[in-house]
Structure formats: C-alpha cells, structure tokens
C-alpha cells in the first residue's frame, strides 16, 4: 500500500529513525505503525531502543505543586550526562511529567510495577461485570484481557495519554525526547500529594484544576 509523508513523520517522531528508514519500514507493515516501528527495533535502527540500554543516573529531581498548594508532586527523571539535565529542554520535560501527573494521578510508572494482587482484583471485577453483562463464560476471558489495558492506561504514567496533548501517551512523549535530546531518558519514580487525602473531604476534579493554570 501507499505510504503517506504523514505516516512517515509519525514513525519519524516515534522513533526518531531516519525518514527512509521509515517509510521502508511502513512499506513492508503495509502501513501499519506499531508493526513498522517494530520492525525498525529489530534493525537496530530507532533511537529510542538503541538508546534504552545506556545507563542514566543524572537527571533531576522535579517538583510541582498545584496553586493553592492542594497537589503537590516531586518526579526523578534520569538522563545520562550532567550537562543535558541542566538543558532547558530536559527540564522542560520535566516540568510537564511532574504537572501531568499532579493532574492525572497515576499509582505506577509502568504496568510492571503493578502489584499482582492488585491486577488479579481487577480481573475479577472485570470478569463479574462481564458475566452480569450477560456474556458468555468462555469468551469471558479474553474480554477481561482486552479490558485490562484500560486499567493501565488508567493507572500507569507510561500508558496515560499527555494531559497537553492527550493524542500521545507519556511513553511517546518520552521516545520523542530520547530521539531529540539524543541520550537514553529513563522516569524513574514519583510521589504525589494530595490535601487531606485519604480523610472524609469534599471532592473536587484536580485535573480540571491543574489544567486551568496550565497555558497550553
């Protein structure tokens, strides 16, 4: 099939490989993103994934309390060199990974941080509601894998769509960053702070509040 410039920019923006890479890459995935940037993994030739194995322990550590201090977030985002985690790019970016998650609250970084126990609960609610939807038992189970990657898109920062730009996850963002910046970037861990959380409150849309004080 005809590969589109737009597709190509995309995978380009992904994975920061080179523009022909690209489009041979869309070519033989028949247009397929996910498949042409896999294919671009296997040849070595993404940035993102020749960067991901270098070591990054510089970095910073980000913080960002929402006005009025209700939320308040402190982030550790690696890079590799002193000299680029002093950049204002790289600090840019973590300003925004510290306001996103102020204001969509993730529980982990990644779906591999999730707890076991927490994940197999959630299947089970998932194949109750399933089952009193009336659906058949034995295609239960795969509707509950299908369902549980809402779950991460939920609660894991790397899966959540960017607050400022909700038509990319936190995990493209980072790959556009690694491309651009050219050094292995790694979000190591966060905390965030809310008031009075976990006691009898009135509740409020921290996300719309964030947003709201956030010029996009």
Same mark, same amino acid.
């Given at each position: 099939?005809?590969?589109?410039?737009?597709?190509?920019?995309?995978?380009?923006?992904?994975t920061?490989?080179?523009?022909?890479?690209?489009?041979?890459?869309? !070519?033989?995935?028949n247009?397929? @993103?996910? =498949?042409?940037? +896999? /294919? %671009? $993994?296997?040849?070595? &030739?993404?940035?993102?994934a020749n960067?991901?194995?270098?070591?990054?322990?510089?970095?910073a550590?980000?913080?960002?309390?929402?006005?009025?201090?209700?939320?308040?977030?402190?982030?550790?985002?690696?890079?590799?060199?002193?000299?680029?985690?002093?950049?204002?790019?790289?600090?840019?970016?973590?300003?925004?990974?510290?306001?996103?998650?102020?204001?969509?609250?993730?529980?982990?970084?990644?779906?591999? !941080?999730?707890?076991?126990?927490? @994940?197999? =609960?959630?299947k +089970? /609610? %998932? $194949?109750?509601?399933? &089952?009193n939807?009336?659906?058949?038992e034995?295609?239960?189970?795969?509707?509950?894998?299908?369902?549980?990657?809402?779950y991460?898109?939920?609660?894991?920062?790397?899966?959540?769509?960017?607050?400022?730009?909700?038509?990319?996850?936190?995990?493209?963002?980072?790959?556009?960053?690694?491309?651009?910046?050219?050094?292995?970037?790694?979000?190591?861990?966060f905390?965030?702070?809310?008031?009075?959380?976990?006691l009898?409150?009135?509740?409020?849309?921290?996300?719309e509040?964030?947003?709201?004080?956030?010029?996009?």
């Open positions: 099939m005809a590969v589109t410039a737009a597709q190509v920019k995309e995978l380009r923006e992904k920061g490989a080179g523009m022909l890479d690209c489009k041979k890459a869309l !070519e033989e995935a247009g397929d @993103l996910t =498949k042409a940037g +896999e /294919i %671009l $993994r296997e040849k070595g &030739l993404s940035a993102a960067k991901a194995g270098r070591i990054a322990t510089e970095g550590v980000e913080s960002y309390i929402h006005a009025g201090g209700k939320v308040g977030v402190l982030v550790e985002i690696n890079c590799e060199t002193d000299f680029v985690g002093k950049t204002d790019q790289f600090k840019a970016f973590c300003r925004d990974i510290a306001m996103h998650i102020a204001a969509a609250s993730p529980s982990y970084v990644r779906r591999e !941080e999730v707890p076991t126990e927490a @994940l197999e =609960k959630e +089970e /609610i %998932l $194949r109750n509601q399933a &089952l939807e009336g659906k058949p034995k295609i239960v189970d795969k509707m509950v894998e299908g369902r549980i990657g809402k991460y898109e939920e609660y894991c920062l790397m899966e959540q769509p960017f607050v400022k730009d909700p038509d990319k996850t936190i995990e493209q963002l980072l790959n556009e960053k690694i491309a651009t910046i050219g050094e292995n970037i790694s979000i190591r861990r905390v965030r702070f809310a008031l009075g959380e976990g009898e409150k009135k509740q409020e849309n921290f996300a509040e964030v947003m709201s004080q956030v010029k996009l």
